[in-house]
């Protein structure tokens, strides 16, 4: 659970942090206002499929203890490694963009592959929820009646 709630307080930090990354760095290099760049997406990405989605995901694990399931480190590890990549080629792609240069193929289909990562991230986490949801539960505790003296 540790994992998950600094995980999401991380995605957060960085996710603020690259939002004042992408207004200072445009005002230094001259980049007019409102022009596309992907700079501008990765404090959303960061804030909605770090922060808020590893936030769900750390309800859910107090819930319905998800870490219980072997396909939650899967999932963990996936998703994180998807996020990371993900961003960290938007933020390459945006750069290079900002600064007049030209991007590559390499730049989009490494970023392709980090939202595969996702969606497979994605995906383990449903297959451990519903291992979890149908998971044998105690039985509920039987009623003992009790005897009230008259």
């Not at 942090?17 to 760095?25: H, I, P, T, V």
């Not at 072997?70 to 990371?84: K, S």
């Not at 730049?107 to 991230?121: F, N, R, V």
Request: aromatic fraction near 10%.
């Amino acid at each position: 659970m540790r994992r998950l709630f600094y995980a999401a307080f991380a995605s957060m930090l960085v996710g603020v942090a690259s939002g004042l990354f992408y207004r200072e760095f445009t005002k230094l290099n001259d980049f007019p206002e409102g022009a596309s760049t992907q700079l501008g997406l990765v404090h959303t990405h960061l804030l909605t499929l770090g922060f808020v989605v590893l936030l769900i995901v750390l309800l859910l694990e107090k819930q319905f203890a998800l870490s219980q399931s072997r396909l939650f480190g899967w999932f963990f590890g996936t998703y994180i490694a998807g996020l990371v990549l993900t961003s960290a080629m938007m933020v390459w792609h945006g750069c290079l963009t900002v600064l007049g240069l030209e991007s590559s193929k390499m730049i989009a289909g490494i970023a392709g592959l980090g939202h595969m990562l996702l969606t497979a991230g994605m995906i383990l986490l449903f297959l451990a929820l519903r291992k979890r949801l149908v998971a044998p539960t105690a039985a509920p505790a039987t009623e003992i009646a009790v005897p009230v003296a008259a």
